[in-house]
């Protein structure tokens, strides 16, 4: 009889509150039709090769639906090349030798450079093997009639020699060797150093924004806010107090995150730690000011538990980790207006590429705006709360 009378309790506060039926059931479809249209492009990764001076059959042999080729002239260092024209690689000759320099900020399109070279190679020695047996078989039906008329009138030479040199000259077009370097990372780079810096800028966030979100909340539920809004103090003061208090906290944490995983993975940041620091700084901010926004909608910490899979979530998947290329068309635009999108894509360019501030400065400044923007709208909104 307790256990009915608790089911029929738990029922009772259920159907009551309207908005977390309405998101226990709305959220789950929402994130799975969000997953489906994400992965619906059939979209293939597509890696770009810069070649110079290099042979013309080799480079046939190698572009393919997956390899898109650029042949350049200029003498510039390949690592400016790389870094201006955005290649994923970068291929030399010098006699049978090449030299494939990979940008490796992204391991899949360095593997794929990787598969389409040993691919061509393998190509161009099959179809010299047929050349050279092609080949062969017709020398081998002339020697066939050279001995057929030396029977008749002796001391005729054969075409064995011509032969010879044919072979020779096919198998020395098909034997390249290789050498690799890494612009970015090493050969022992794996997918995890790329998506490291957008873990860090995830966690942050994500962090920031539940914990801001619920502390105003239980400002609400506890009655502080109201009595803090009935003295002289303003809006803009107690909003000025959150951000100064909990970011000091963001601050801390983001630290801690830094340290971290320079500590325990190892991953070594090419660019300024200070500039990675004040990224998750500026991410912070966003949450912060997102979370204190969120938390005005909702009317419990279980509510406010609840927004995550519909604010925080989505943002994961905007953040870089499925090149944006990939998506669907009508889908890409949504990225923009993820701020997870914008602090990842910086953090990635520090950390991998060692990216300058005044690199990702213009990032920055977006995140400014949506700050600036979440902060005026939580001024509008606590206007409803002053009740004096």
Known sequence: MRTAAMIKRVFREMSRDKRTIALMF???????????????SNATTTASLATRNVDRTLVSAVKGKHIKIHQVTTKKSTKALIRTHNYDALMTQTGDKLTITLANDDQTKAALVKQSLQ??????????AATTIKTQAVAMKKLQLALATATKTAGVSTPATQTSHATKR?????????TYHYLY??????????LLPIMMGFVVFFFVFLISGI????????????????TPIK?????????????????????????????????????SIWTVLLINVMLALVALTLGLLVSSFAASEFQMVQFIPIVAIPQIFFAGIIPISSLPDWLQPVTYIMPLYYGASSMS??????????????????????????????????RRYRQV
């Open 26 to 40: 709305i959220a789950p479809l929402f994130i799975l039709s969000l997953v489906y249209f994400l992965f619906q």
């Open 119 to 128: 691919a061509a190679q393998i190509k161009l020695k099959t179809k010299a």
């Open 170 to 178: 096919v198998k020395g077009t098909t034997s390249y060797h290789p």
């Open 185 to 194: 990372g090493s050969k022992d780079s794996t997918f995890f150093d790329t």
């Open 215 to 230: 502390a105003l909340l239980r400002e609400r539920t506890t009655g502080t806010l109201y009595r803090l809004l009935a």
């Open 235 to 271: 809006r803009g003061e107690i909003l000025a107090g959150y951000l100064i208090g909990y970011g000091t906290f963001a601050l801390i944490q983001t630290l801690l995150v830094v340290l971290f995983t320079m500590g325990a993975f190892k991953i070594q940041i090419l660019g």
């Open 349 to 382: 360019a520090v950390v991998i590429k060692g990216a300058k501030l005044m690199d990702v400065l213009p990032n920055l400044g977006i995140l400014a705006v949506f700050s600036a923007v979440f902060l005026g709208l939580n001024l509008l909104v606590m």
